[in-house]
């Protein structure tokens, strides 16, 4: 009794590539949407940082953590900036590429 083996080459290698698209990106609520398109709006039309504290201020519009805001206008300006950084961190993350890697190329001889 005879029996017939078959083997066959196979090339095999590893890919290696990697991705930012799967991290996590907190959205803002839509009170702070809210609150930062205002100051946006507000600045952009040409009040000074003091001046939007003072309106969020008389009109009871109180920070993201409930308080009032900051008389000198820092806190207004700390919102413009951070969602500034936060934009901008997130562009250069998304987009961001990289190289696909391969690499242990190997012949392997399988059974059929």
Known sequence: MSVSCYV??????NITTQSN???YLCEYSERQEYIYNLIKELHDSGLSYRKI???LNDREILTHRGKK???TGNSVHSVLKRKHQRDSRIHKL???EY???YSNFQIE???N
């Not at 066959?8 to 290698?13: E, K, Y």
């Open 94 to 96: 998304r987009n961001k």
């Open 109 to 111: 001889y399988l059974r």
């Open 99 to 101: 190289k696909t890697r």
């Open 8 to 13: 066959s080459p196979h090339l095999t290698f």
């Open 53 to 55: 504290t003072k309106y």
């Open 69 to 71: 805001w900051g008389e």
């Open 21 to 23: 698209n799967l991290t």
